[in-house]
């Protein structure tokens, strides 16, 4: 795919980039982040990688982070950002996605979306002439784990062989760990209530990699030994069956308890927002192991390097 500057690529999940290219998005990320360490945070990269380019920010799910961080990764690329959300676009006058995407394709750049349904990025991808980047679907969340495996390697453990157990739902932030198990070859132990395990054909495609996916309803058995535990909010935006969902969750808290299973230097990631006191203890969440905090600003680090890689400057 090509687009006026070149090659251009979509972003969907990781798979779309590989192992290779995704450990080069990391580097990457890893090298900008030292680089700039002393400047203001709006101030440009020294090369300016993509002045000139628009990134259209398409928003039908609401975000900090992730608005955030594109938004500043752009501006430190050189380049800029537009807004679009479905009140202030057509899109939530029903206008299709085909159409929105032929539109922006000649306007911008690059699209970013962040939605609900996973069909809607593929759409969006089929029909768009320029880059197209999952800042959230129903299925996965390619981005956010760039930025996990960032903060993983930046606080001193090798991928392979690693072991990740993660807590609660069986969601989209799980299945895109579970596609980076099998690209980096760690394991990861799922505890989940009964009817919340993830999608069986990540957990497939994990194991047909030759890593090691546990499922089990003991959440004490999945943190036992453990190099990195991982939980997200327990409840989605919208989500009708919150209070019956809260209780199944429940002995899937990450707490003090929790954590004494696993490795004395483990690591507690969550890509928040968090609710302390659901999901994760107080304790926890500002204990000297999590690195939640680190985990958020290695947003805009790893969104940098995906966008670079989207445009054909990183990577294969």
Known sequence: MTDAGGQYRHFLDLGDAGADDVAAMINDAIDRKAARAALPK???????????????????????RTRVSFDMAMRQLGGSVLFLDTTSSQLGRGETIADTARV?????DGIMLRTDDHAKIEEMARHAAVPVINGLTDRSHPCQIVADLLTVIEHGKSLPGLEVAWFGDGNNVLHSILEAAGLF???????TPAGYQPDPAFVAAARAEGVAVSLTQDAAAAARG????????????????AE????????????????????????????????????VSEDVFEGTQSVVFDEAENRIHAQKAVLLWCFGLLGT
């Open 244 to 279: 019956e969902k809260r209780a199944a969750m429940a002995p899937y808290r990450v707490d003090a308890a929790l954590m004494a299973q696993a490795k004395a230097d483990a690591l507690f990631l969550h890509c928040l927002p968090a609710h302390v006191g659901e999901e």
């Open 226 to 241: 453990a190099d990195v535990l991982v939980t997200d909010t327990w409840i989605s935006m919208g989500q009708a069956d």
């Open 104 to 108: 922006l394709s000649r306007m911008v």
């Open 185 to 191: 070859k760690f394991n990861v132990r799922v505890a």
């Open 42 to 64: 709006g101030t440009p990269d020294a090369d300016a990688p993509l002045a000139g380019r628009v990134l259209a920010l398409v928003f039908e799910k609401n975000s900090t």
